[in-house]
Structures are given as structure tokens and as C-alpha cells.
């Protein structure tokens, strides 16, 4: 059974992106096989209280495991969406801390199954979390991200899209 990155605690709310439907096909730019920028994301409905949110990107379906393709936390309560391109580096100004995806770089890493797998599904799990920070330093990986949320998550937020190459 692959490791679930989608802590599935408090209250549920809505996660969407303008460039697919839940279930559907991820369109070729946000994946490796195009310009492999991530794509919008917007919300509603986060649980009162919420300081901040983080979001794990992953792919169950992998041939080794559970794959990693974003981890960004520390996102501003504020904030209602991320937009599309959000730049793989660290930090960015107004929208977060990125960790590492395993594809061993900071930042978004787009579906890239491997060729003739048939379509892996691809989870965008978003966290209402109750502090404004988490704490963490340096090169954060999913897992450490999972530890820092623990007793600290409000609500949560999924949004599946498929991909095949």
C-alpha cells in the first residue's frame, strides 16, 4: 500500500484548479513532458483558525513508491490560491517555503510517468494548518513536512488529476 502524503484530519474544503477537473487529465504543460510549471490553484472554505496551509504533491502509482512532486508550507493564511509558475526556488516573496520533491530539486516537479504505465494519479493534498510557521529549516522533504504538521492540522483539502505518457 503506498504511503498517503494526505493527512485526512478536521474539517474537508475545496481545492480546484482552472487547468483540470478533479479526476481528469493534467494538460502537458505542468508535466515533464512540457514547461513543467505547476498550475493554479485555488481554495475555499478553510476552517476558522487556519494561520497557514502546506501542500504535498505526490504520485501513489509509482513503479518504487509513493513519488514526491512538490512540498511548499508555510503558505500565508491569506492567500485563497497559488498561481500557476510558482518559481522552484526555496523562497518565495508572499507565497511560502518549497522543499524537496524526489526528484531531489527544490520546488514543483510536473507528472513524468514512466512510458507505455498506462495514467498514474496525482494528488494535491492541502493542509489548513493552525500556526503561522512551522519551523522548518533547510531542505525539506515530504516526510519532515508530515512530522512538523502533526497535531497542528485543521482541515485539509484534495485534488486529484491523472497524467500518462
Same mark, same amino acid.
Given at each position: 500500500?503506498?504511503k498517503?502524503?494526505?493527512?485526512?484530519?478536521?474539517?474537508?474544503?475545496?481545492?480546484? %484548479?482552472?487547468?483540470?477537473q478533479?479526476g481528469?487529465?493534467?494538460?502537458?504543460?505542468y508535466?515533464?513532458?512540457? %514547461?513543467d510549471?505547476?498550475p493554479?490553484?485555488?481554495?475555499?472554505?478553510?476552517?476558522?483558525?487556519?494561520? %497557514?496551509y502546506a501542500?504535498i504533491? !505526490?504520485?501513489?502509482d509509482?513503479?518504487?513508491g509513493?513519488?514526491?512532486?512538490w512540498? *511548499?508550507?508555510? *503558505?500565508?493564511?491569506?492567500l485563497?490560491?497559488?498561481?500557476?509558475g510558482?518559481?522552484k526556488?526555496?523562497?518565495?516573496?508572499g507565497?511560502?517555503?518549497?522543499?524537496v520533491n524526489?526528484?531531489?530539486?527544490?520546488g514543483?516537479?510536473?507528472?513524468?510517468?514512466?512510458?507505455?504505465?498506462?495514467?498514474?494519479?496525482? !494528488?494535491?493534498a492541502?493542509?489548513?494548518?493552525?500556526?503561522? %510557521?512551522?519551523?522548518l529549516?533547510?531542505?525539506?522533504?515530504a516526510?519532515g513536512?508530515?512530522?512538523?504538521?502533526?497535531g497542528?492540522v485543521?482541515?485539509?483539502?484534495?485534488?486529484?488529476?491523472? !497524467?500518462?505518457?
Amino acid at each position: 500500500m503506498p504511503k498517503d502524503y494526505a493527512v485526512m484530519e478536521g474539517q474537508r474544503f475545496e481545492l480546484a %484548479s482552472p487547468a483540470f477537473q478533479d479526476g481528469g487529465t493534467i494538460p502537458r504543460d505542468y508535466t515533464c513532458d512540457g %514547461s513543467d510549471r505547476s498550475p493554479r490553484l485555488e481554495w475555499r472554505g478553510a476552517p476558522a483558525g487556519t494561520r %497557514s496551509y502546506a501542500l504535498i504533491m !505526490y504520485d501513489p502509482d509509482a513503479p518504487a513508491g509513493t513519488f514526491i512532486h512538490w512540498v *511548499i508550507y508555510d *503558505i500565508p493564511a491569506s492567500l485563497t490560491s497559488l498561481p500557476e509558475g510558482v518559481p522552484k526556488q526555496a523562497e518565495v516573496r508572499g507565497v511560502g517555503l518549497q522543499g524537496v520533491n524526489d526528484f531531489g530539486e527544490v520546488g514543483y516537479g510536473g507528472p513524468c510517468p514512466p512510458r507505455r504505465h498506462g495514467p498514474h494519479r496525482y !494528488y494535491f493534498a492541502l493542509h489548513a494548518l493552525s500556526v503561522d %510557521s512551522l519551523g522548518l529549516k533547510g531542505r525539506v522533504t515530504a516526510d519532515g513536512l508530515l512530522s512538523a504538521m502533526r497535531g497542528k492540522v485543521l482541515g485539509y483539502a484534495i485534488l486529484m488529476g491523472r !497524467y500518462s505518457r
